[in-house]
C-alpha cells in the first residue's frame, strides 16, 4: 500500500504525456521526472567539461546540457558524450550545422528551436541527422528572445506569445514526422513562466522540460525555482526539470532533487529533518546538520533521518523516520530506529554513531529491494 493510499493529500496526479527518450533515459509517461544541469565551462575544453559533467552525473543529475555554438564545442563532444555516464544535450542556437555536428558527435538530444534554424531544407537537414542518431529535440522558447512577429502581434512577452511560439516549432517537426521532442516555456517571472506552462500543458501532450530561466543567485533563485517550478509540479505538470542558478551544476542539481523530495516525486538519499533549534536544545543542532550533510553525502538510498533538538518534536517527527535522533538533558539524547526509541546516545558521539546508524540501515533498504526486485522478476518469468 503506497504511502499516498492512506494519506491522499499528498497524491500528486501526474498530467499524461507522452514519452520520449533522452539516450537511456525516458522522459514523460510514467518516468521519473529526470533531472538536468548545464555546464558553464568552455565547452571545447573536454577536460573541464567533462569534469563538471562526472560531478553533476555524482550528485545525481540525469542528463547534462552542455553549450555547442562553434566547430570546437561539437569536435570536443565527441570525446564527452564517450566518456559521459549521463546522455548529454547539445545546447545550438540558431547554427544548424552545430546541431548536425552534434547529432553526429553522440548528444542525445538538441536543444533547439526548428523555427529558428533557417529555410525548410535546413531543418529537414537537422531532423534528418536526430532520426539517424537517435537524438531527441528540445524546443526551447523562452520569453526574452520570442519571434518578432510573436512580439509585434502581442505587444510584449507573454503566455501567449510563448505557447503560440512553442506550438509553431512543434508544428514544424509534426510536419517532418519528427515526434521525439519536448518542450520548454522559459521566463524569469514566475507569474509569466507559470501561466505559460499551464496553457502549454493543455496545448500538447509532449513531455514538458520546467524551468524558471536567469533565475538568479543560489538562494534567490532557489526560491524562485521552487516557488514556480514547485506549484506547477503539484499540479502534475512537468517531466523533467533544470533549476538554472548562477551557482555551480552541482548546486542546481541538489536544488532540483530537493525540490522534487519536497513533493515526495523523487527521492534520493537522505532527507533531512531538523529543527531550526532553540534555547531547549540539548545539542548544537546547526552544526550537527551541517557535519551530517557533508558526512552522508555517498548514502543514494532513499531514506530519512530526523535531528531534533528535544523532546517538543523529537518524538513525533522520530516516528516517521528511519533513524532519529532527540535531543535530552545531561549531554545525551535519544537515538530511534524505525520510529521507536532505541538506545541512549552522548552527545559527543552522535556525528559518528549517526552516520553508522544510516549506512546500516542503507544496506538493509538497498538489500530489501534487491530481494523485492528479484521476486518481482522471478514473478514476471512465471
Ligand atoms: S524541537 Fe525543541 S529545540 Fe528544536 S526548535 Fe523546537 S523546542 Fe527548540
Known amino acids: 500500500m503506497s504511502v499516498n493510499h492512506i494519506r491522499p493529500w499528498r497524491t500528486i496526479e501526474r498530467r499524461k504525456s ?4 533522452v539516450g537511456n533515459v525516458p522522459v514523460g509517461g510514467d518516468a521519473p521526472i529526470a533531472v538536468q544541469t548545464m555546464t558553464n565551462t568552455d565547452s571545447g575544453d573536454v577536460k573541464a567539461t567533462l569534469e563538471q559533467v562526472l560531478a553533476a552525473a555524482e550528485a545525481g543529475a540525469d542528463i547534462v546540457r552542455i553549450s555547442a555554438p562553434d566547430v570546437a564545442a561539437t569536435t570536443a563532444l565527441r570525446e564527452i558524450t564517450r566518456e559521459s555516464p549521463v546522455p548529454i544535450v547539445a545546447d545550438i542556437h540558431f547554427h544548424y550545422k552545430r546541431a548536425i555536428e552534434a547529432a ?5 538530444c538538441l536543444r533547439i528551436n526548428p523555427g529558428n534554424i533557417g529555410d525548410d531544407k535546413r531543418v529537414k537537414e537537422v531532423i534528418k541527422a536526430a532520426k539517424d542518431h537517435g537524438c531527441s529535440i528540445r524546443i526551447g522558447v523562452n520569453a526574452g528572445s520570442l519571434e518578432k512577429h510573436l512580439l509585434e502581434k502581442y505587444g510584449e512577452p507573454c503566455p501567449d506569445a510563448m505557447v503560440e511560439s512553442g506550438l509553431d516549432h512543434i508544428k514544424i517537426l509534426q510536419d517532418n514526422d519528427f515526434h521525439e521532442f519536448k518542450i520548454s516555456v522559459k521566463a524569469s517571472d514566475v507569474f509569466m513562466s507559470s501561466a505559460a506552462y499551464q496553457m502549454l500543458a493543455e496545448a500538447t501532450d509532449a513531455p514538458i522540460h520546467l524551468g524558471i530561466t536567469e533565475a538568479g543567485g543560489f538562494v534567490s533563485g532557489t526560491i524562485k525555482s521552487a516557488i514556480g517550478l514547485g506549484q506547477l509540479l503539484w499540479m502534475g505538470i512537468g517531466d523533467t526539470l533544470r533549476v538554472s542558478l548562477s551557482a555551480d551544476p552541482v548546486e542546481e542539481v541538489k536544488v532540483g532533487f530537493e525540490i522534487l523530495k519536497s513533493l515526495g516525486l523523487r527521492h534520493r538519499g537522505v532527507n533531512i529533518i531538523s529543527c531550526p ?5 540539548g545539542f548544537d543542532v546547526i ?5 551530517l550533510e557533508k558526512r552522508l553525502e555517498h548514502i543514494k538510498t532513499p531514506m530519512s533521518l530526523s535531528i531534533i533538538g528535544c523532546v517538543v518534536n523529537g518524538p ?5 523516520t528511519d533513524v ?3 535531543g535530552g538533558g545531561a549531554g545525551s539524547g535519544m537515538v530511534y530506529l524505525a520510529g521507536k526509541q532505541s538506545h541512549k546516545l552522548s552527545n559527543d558521539q552522535m556525528i559518528d554513531h549517526i552516520v553508522e546508524q544510516v549506512e546500516r540501515k542503507a544496506e538493509q533498504l538497498d538489500a530489501e529491494r534487491a530481494t523485492e526486485e528479484t521476486a518481482a522478476k522471478e514473478t514476471a518469468a512465471e
Open 18 to 21: 507522452r514519452q520520449i527518450m
Open 316 to 320: 513525533g517527527e522520530a516516528l516517521m
Open 104 to 108: 553526429e558527435a553522440g548528444a542525445a
Open 277 to 281: 533549534s532553540c534555547a531547549r536544545q
Open 287 to 291: 552544526k550537527t546538520v551541517e557535519a
Open 324 to 326: 532519529g535522533f532527540t
